[in-house]
């Protein structure tokens, strides 16, 4: 089921977590009329209720959720109710204790926390799906309904068990995956110190052993491990479906999270909903929101996604928990609906008094509605009413950003040259010299072709199989402009090295070979000169310039800093347009283009951190691409959503801690006139905002045609 309004519900979606089993009935009374004076159209109730909903094995407790549900619908909220998964009764974990998950080391978890389940566990499962299908039953034709939120944040607290269930799961899997054992022996290349195995049942997860476990069970294992929660996710899935058609499914990711393939997993949902929390201790914690937001966004192909869960202000679980000054909420709320959601929710509704987040912030914070907090909750519910008419409306990347995330846990496997190439501190400063740009991007998967991105970047691709490759040579042949990292096109889909010299597959296509990998060591770093390109971005010293840019300014002079990672690389029909300036590799090729087709594939073989941009400057310049919004005063973010009506959608948000002034115009110079929604106030050709300020400007699409 997809649909571009994310649930009946009219307008954004506004609320939160709520969690009533921790209050007696009487509190639910103000609960709701507060939620009313917030503004507040949409709660998720449930999530920790298995035990109150099921008190032991013989009998249902449904009575509560029943008045509950009717007085939400009374007082005009919806609900996103939850299938109530994540944890556990203790009565379900004592009756079957092999239930609970096992580390690599044998030890298995207590009951206590939360999400204390095996993912291959059958008792575990089938008490899940029969949990489900009892809510989805008495519930799935009440008026408050308006969204089905599975479990909780898969992946949280457990991301694998090596218990012996898993072990029959994973042997299950991996007869499916590879047929036959000589297959799986070829495969994990188990040639290798005598790892040979005879059947399927010899072979057990990758537990803790003497030293270095083979590199393609661990890959098949996180594979394994995000497909066995995606079989648990799916089982209730299909029950909801089953039961309750045309109410939407979501359950809430964790951003970018590392153990699920979350482009599997979003074919799976009928919406993608996401938990951000970032740390308003870090003042640049907004650009690695900005990247998430940006997949949650790209993980159903540009379709209004839901900020499930964000902190009013501080958490609980950081070791120093700094909550949000005035204004920041409401900026970083704002910053979701600006990069494609239509709804910000949080945990949690009221502030608990017991339990490991009593000291979590809440929309209704312990001092109750004399805190500062509930003034910020009043304020943002008005002002998500006065946005209502953006919901709907889409944003489209100018960039597009290949993720992968076999290649991300194939990259991170031990025993490489160098532990320091993670992928997301590849990738981060990537985004952020985009962002910084104003540069909007999509991701996409590594499967499908990257059409209609004049540029697309692929901060790293270790793991490349041949039909991605081709895909990736076929798009630079029709014009496409690739970005490729270092340290790509190395290894297969069983991480096998491609033959022949890396980078494999990709080597045609970007003109260059690899003879060594050169690690740098850590505190160190090596320089890396432009002094091949021209300051405007055109081409090396001494060529023609290239056809897309200006000409006739002097060679750039600056000096970047590589860190962690460069590479012994020689040109087979690539031009160079940097060099190394220091170290044993002083005077090769650093950064290269390759012209290919109508294209061009450019290659940096090394890790620029934070002076990243300084490169990508040339492939943006080549590609045309800029800022949506030129001349934006740093820390002011912009962002443009369209809506099918051809009104546009304006965000103007200031990061920073100073007034910031923005002039209203596009590259073209054309004014943009129109009106900022939080204010209702008419603008000129300029605007000021103020530190943490934002404006909202509708343009209407008159102007746009103009
Ligand atoms: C999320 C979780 C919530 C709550 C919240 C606190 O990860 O889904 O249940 O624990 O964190 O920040």
Redesign the pocket.
């Known amino acids: 089921m997809t649909m571009d309004r994310l649930t009946r519900v009219p307008g954004l979606l506004y609320g939160g ?1 709520w969690n009533p089993e921790q209050w007696p009935e009487q509190v639910w009374a103000e609960d709701v009329k507060l939620m009313a004076e917030a503004g507040v159209n949409l709660v998720t109730v449930g ?1 920790f209720s298995w035990a109150r909903i099921q008190p032991d094995a013989h009998g249902w407790d449904f009575g509560w959720l029943d008045r509950l549900l009717d007085l939400v619908h009374r007082h005009g909220v919806a609900v996103d109710l939850a299938t109530a998964t994540a944890s556990p009764p203790a009565w379900l974990v004592r009756a079957h204790p092999e239930l609970l998950p096992v580390t690599a080391d044998g030890i298995r978890l207590e009951f206590g926390s939360r999400q204390h389940y095996c993912p291959s566990s059958p008792a575990y499962r089938e008490a899940a799906v029969r949990l489900t299908r009892a809510l989805a039953e008495r519930y799935r034709h009440h008026p408050a309904l308006a969204l089905w939120h599975i479990h ?2 898969y992946g ?1 607290h457990v991301q694998e068990c090596f218990c012996p269930a898993s072990a029959a799961d994973f042997r299950r899997w991996l007869r499916e995956r590879h047929g036959t054992v000589e297959e799986l022996n070829r495969s994990w290349g188990t040639a290798f110190w005598s790892q040979h195995y005879n059947s399927f049942e010899q072979i057990e997860p990758p537990r803790t052993a003497p030293g270095p476990v083979n590199p393609t069970q661990l890959l098949d294992w996180r594979r394994f491990c995000s497909d066995a929660l995606l079989a648990l996710h799916r089982a209730e899935k299909a029950v909801l479906d089953e039961v309750s058609p045309g109410v939407p499914v979501t359950t ?1 990711f964790m951003s970018m999270l590392k153990a699920l393939d979350y482009w599997e997993w979003s074919r799976h949902e009928d919406l993608v909903s996401d ?1 951000a ?1 970032p740390d308003p201790a870090d003042p640049r914690a907004h650009v690695n929101a900005a990247l998430n937001y940006d997949l949650m966004r790209s993980l159903k192909g540009g379709r209004p996604w839901l900020l499930m ?1 964000q ?1 009013p202000s501080a ?3 950081r070791p120093v928990n700094v909550p949000k000054p005035p204004d920041l909420h409401r900026l970083w709320s704002l910053q979701a609906l600006a990069r494609g959601a239509d709804g910000v929710l949080h ?1 949690q509704w009221r502030a608990s008094v017991a339990g490991a ?1 009593k000291f ?1 912030s809440a929309m209704l914070p312990h001092r109750g509605t004399a805190a500062r907090g509930w003034q910020q909750t009043v304020r943002l519910g008005a002002e998500l009413r006065r946005l209502g008419e953006i919901a709907g409306s889409r944003l489209r990347g100018q960039a597009a950003v290949l993720l992968d995330w076999d290649s991300w846990w194939a990259l991170e496997l031990d025993d490489h040259p160098s532990a320091r190439m993670r992928w997301l501190d590849l990738l981060r400063p990537w985004y952020a010299a985009l962002h910084e740009r104003g540069i909007t991007v999509d991701f996409v998967p590594p499967t499908v072709e990257p059409e209609g991105y004049p540029l697309l970047l692929a901060p790293n691709l270790y793991l490349l199989d041949t039909a991605t490759a081709d895909r990736l040579t076929r798009y630079v042949r029709a014009g496409g402009r690739l970005v490729c990292g270092p340290f790509s096109g190395i290894a297969d889909r069983h991480d096998h090295i491609h033959p022949g010299g890396h980078p494999g597959p990709l080597r045609e296509l970007l003109g260059i070979v690899v003879d060594e990998h050169w690690p740098i060591p850590d505190g160190t770093t090596t320089t890396v000169r432009l002094d091949g390109i021209k300051a405007d971005g055109t081409g090396p010293t001494g060529t023609e310039p290239d056809a897309a840019g200006p000409t006739g300014t002097e060679p750039d002079r600056t000096e970047l800093h590589a860190e962690h990672w460069s590479e012994w690389i020689e040109t087979e029909g690539a031009e160079t347009l940097a060099r190394y300036g220091s170290g044993a590799l002083t005077g090769r090729p650093a950064v290269t283009r390759h012209r290919y087709g109508a294209g061009s594939a450019w290659y940096l073989s090394c890790h620029l951190g934070a002076d990243v941009g300084r490169v990508l400057d040339l492939p943006l310049a080549e590609a045309g691409l800029s800022a949506e919004l030129p001349g934006l005063p740093p820390g002011v973010e912009a962002t443009r959503r369209h809506a099918a009506d051809g009104t546009d959608y304006l965000f103007l948000l200031n990061h920073g801690p100073a007034e910031r002034r923005v002039r209203l115009r596009t590259p073209g110079t054309a004014l943009l006139t129109g009106t900022d929604l939080l204010t209702g106030t008419p603008t000129g050709d300029a605007l000021t905002l103020a530190p943490l300020g934002a404006a909202v400007l509708r343009i209407p699409a008159a102007q746009e045609r103009a």
């Open positions: 977590d999530v909780n944040e949280d809430n938990d929390y869960e902190a958490v609980s679980w945990f987040e979590h």
